[in-house]
Nanobody
Framework: QVQLVESGGGLVQAGDSLRLSCTAS????????MGWFRQAPGKEREFVASMRWANGDTYYSDSVKGRFTVSRTVARNTVYLQMNSLKSEDTAVYYC????????????WGRGTQVTVSS
């Protein structure tokens, strides 16, 4: 079994920065990609960013391009989401997720960390 645990959320003002972390624990597994998603109250879960594990290529939603950056520390089984120039519309619960090699979708999810941006 593998668990993903997010951390680093909090309350900040518009224009500030936060760095979220997602650490995998338990039995290791081969992953195709790690992703970040967010969900605001009353809204559907939204894709934010992802990284292909094999080569480190990153992908971003249009709403966060130029502001958010995904990185990783492989030895620590950790991925990060650096969030800069935060806006009030970034307020949401942020989730990390893992897509296993051979899977067609993200199948392992963390429990989320709250990010609140005041303006």
């Amino acid at each position: 079994q593998v668990q993903l645990v997010e951390s680093g959320g909090g309350l900040v003002q518009a224009g500030d920065s936060l760095r979220l972390s997602c650490t995998a624990s338990g039995r290791t597994f081969s992953r195709h990609a790690m992703g970040w998603f967010r969900q605001a109250p009353g809204k559907e879960r939204e894709f934010v960013a992802s990284m292909r594990w094999a080569n480190g290529d990153t992908y971003y939603s249009d709403s966060v391009k130029g502001r958010f950056t995904v990185s990783r520390t492989v030895a620590r089984n950790t991925v990060y989401l650096q969030m800069n120039s935060l806006k009030s519309e970034d307020t949401a619960v942020y989730y990390c997720a893992a897509q296993r090699v051979g899977a067609t979708a993200y199948g392992v999810w963390g429990r989320g960390t709250q990010v609140t941006v005041s303006s």
